[in-house]
C-alpha cells in the first residue's frame, strides 16, 4: 500500500477471540483511518476509530446490509465463524460456509481491494506430527470426521476459484495453530468443556496427571501475536496462505511441565471412547471427530510469515497457554457476548 494512504477495514466475527484483539491492534495503527466491527450483538467496547454494526451471516435476509457495510471498504477481514453446535451440521454450514458465501459475494460486487480470510491448521490434510513443519503449500482437505475442518478446507476451495475470478482483489488466508488469551478462556470452556465445566479444576495441585497418547502433539499462539500477523497482512502487499504458531509444540510432556505433573501414557482409544459417549449424552460440547483431527493436524512451519510479513511472536506458545489456563481459573471474559465471562475473586 501506499505509505501515505490510511485504509478503512472491516472485520466480520469483530466480537470474538480473535477479533477483539484484532480491533485494538487496528485502531492503534496510524495507518488504519477507520474500523467497522461486524458482529450478530453489538458489543459494550469503545475503541478510537471503530464503529459497530449488527449483522448474521447465517441470514440470507441480512445480505443486502452485508453489501452495504463493505461498499466503501478499503479492506475486509473476515474472522466470523460458528463453532458449534456440532450436533447439528447443517447449522454450522448455514453461518460458517453460506455466510461466507454471501460475504465473498459482496466483496466481489463492491470489489473490495483486500479480503483477509481467517482459515485454519485444521483445513490443512493429516500430515506429519515431526519435523520442521509443513510449507503453506500442504494439501488442504481438512479432516472429513469434524465439521469445523471440513468447511475450513470446503472455504479454501471457493477462495480458489474466488481468486480466479476476481483478481482485482488480492487474497490472503491465514492459517494459524490454537489461539489462546486470557479474555477468551470463558468462551473456550463453553465451547469444548462445556459451560459447566469448573474451571477451578484446572490448577497443578488438582491434576497430578496428565494422559498421554499418541497424536497429541500441536501447536498453539498467542490471539494478539495471531492479530499483529493479521494486521501486516493488511499493510503489506502479500497474497496466499501463511502459517502462524509459536513453539514450543505442545505434547503430552508439555502439558504435565504446565501442570507440574507427570504425564501418563493412556490408549487414546479409551480417551475418544470417554469423549464420544461425553458428546452423545450431550455432556460435551466438542465432538470425537474433533478429536480424531486434533491427532491427524500437521505440524506447520512459519517461515513464510516471518520473512514476508517480518512477524515474530513474542509470546511463547506455553505462556499463551498459562494466560488462557489463569483465565479459566478466574472467569475471565470481555465486553462482548461470545466473551462474556464471570470475574471470581
Known sequence: MNPSERLRVVVTGATGNLGT????????????ASVLGLARRRPGLELPRTEWAEVDLSMERDGPRLTQYVEDADAVVHLAWAFGPTHDPVATWRTNVLGSLRLFEAVAHARVPVLVHASSVGAYSPGPKTGAGVSESWPTHGWPGAAYT??????????????????????VRMRPGFLFKAESASEQRRIFAGRYFPGALLRPELLPLVPEFAGLR????????????????????????????????????????????????????????????????????????????????????????????????????????????RGVRTGAGDATGPLAGRRIG
Open 218 to 325: 500441536f501447536q498453539v499462539l498467542h490471539t494478539d501475536d495471531a492479530a499483529d500477523a493479521y494486521v501486516r497482512a493488511l499493510l503489506r502487499d502479500v497474497r496466499g496462505p501463511f502459517n502462524l504458531a509459536a513453539d514450543p509444540v505442545i505434547d503430552g510432556p508439555v502439558l504435565a511441565g504446565l501442570f507440574d505433573s507427570r504425564a501418563v501414557r493412556v490408549p487414546r482409544g479409551a480417551v475418544r471412547g470417554a469423549l464420544a459417549a461425553a458428546w452423545r449424552l450431550r455432556m460435551a460440547p466438542a465432538s470425537p471427530g474433533l478429536f480424531d483431527a486434533l491427532l491427524h493436524l500437521p505440524l506447520v512451519s512459519t517461515e513464510r510469515a516471518r520473512r514476508e510479513l517480518g512477524w515474530e511472536p513474542s509470546t511463547t506458545s506455553l505462556e499463551a497457554l498459562e494466560a488462557f489456563l
Open 21 to 32: 484483539s484484532l480491533v485494538r491492534a487496528l485502531a492503534r495503527e496510524p495507518r488504519i
Open 150 to 171: 471440513r468447511e475450513k478446507a470446503y472455504l479454501e476451495r471457493v477462495l480458489d476459484t474466488f481468486e480466479r475470478d476476481h483478481p482485482q482483489t488480492r487474497v
